[in-house]
């Protein structure tokens, strides 16, 4: 059983167009985190959200924490080919030392 | 160097040799993480190290696998007699102290096993 679930699992679409992944969980997390990973590199951390309802942007990029702190957004406005990648959420229990990662978005902007 | 560094970067062994894999975490960093990520996955958490401790190695598969890490720096995953489904892409992080801290991740070492 997954702890963290993504969706879509795959997303083509052409540059310009908006886009949100989710990331769905029935545990309670302390913190998520979203990360971006391109081919042949290790995954890049984006953004920390650690507030229920918190609600945090990074140019292009909208990220929200539910308010019961089990689930999370990642929208993109105006997506560009840049954007392409392998999206990533990441949630850590209180008190645990590692993070569970989600299965993954694959993200393809078509030019 | 100012990332996470593995090597190697890529390694092709036969099943049932054991192979080892490095990783050279961010100097200072005291909080070391091994993650392996299968085709199109996302990460699987193997053990984290805090200095030359590991407090949580619950993630290991199985007793082939092990993990050192000495002088506070230079980590080493050790698996023995290696099956091919062993094969995949392992990853390493590093951040300064742990907890909610940014981890910073090398680009991996994919392993393949034939």
């Known amino acids: 059983t997954q702890l963290l679930e993504q969706s879509p699992q795959f997303l083509s679409i052409q540059e310009g167009e908006n886009l949100t992944v989710y990331c769905n969980s029935s545990?309670?997390?302390?913190?998520l985190q979203w990360y971006r990973q391109e081919p042949g590199e290790g995954p890049v951390l984006l953004v920390t959200?650690?507030?229920?309802?918190e609600v945090k942007k990074l140019k292009r990029l909208t990220f929200q924490f539910g308010d019961a702190r089990k689930d999370s957004s990642l929208h993109i406005t105006a997506a560009q080919p840049g954007d392409t990648g392998l999206y990533l959420c990441?949630?850590?229990?209180?008190?645990?030392?590692?993070?569970?990662f989600g299965t993954g978005t694959r993200l393809t902007v078509i030019p | 160097g100012a990332g996470v560094s593995q090597s190697p970067s890529n390694k092709v062994t036969e099943k049932g040799k054991d192979v080892e894999l490095r990783c050279d975490p961010i100097?200072?960093?005291?909080?070391l993480y091994w993650y392996r990520q299968s085709l199109g996955q996302g990460l699987e958490f193997l053990i984290y190290?805090?200095?030359?401790?590991?407090?949580?190695k619950s993630g290991l598969p199985s007793d082939r696998f092990s993990a050192e890490r000495t002088g506070g720096s230079v980590s080493t995953l050790t698996i023995q007699r290696t099956q091919q489904e062993d094969s995949a892409v392992y990853l390493c992080?590093?951040?300064?102290?742990?907890?909610?801290?940014?981890?910073?991740f090398g680009d991996g070492t994919r392993l393949s096993i034939l």
């Open positions: 992080a590093s951040t300064l102290t742990g907890g909610n801290q940014p981890q910073h």
């Open positions: 545990s309670v997390f302390s913190s």
């Open positions: 959200v650690v507030t229920g309802g």
């Open positions: 990441a949630a850590r229990q209180t008190g645990a030392n590692n993070l569970f």
């Open positions: 100097s200072g960093h005291t909080a």
């Open positions: 190290f805090q200095g030359n401790s590991a407090p949580d």
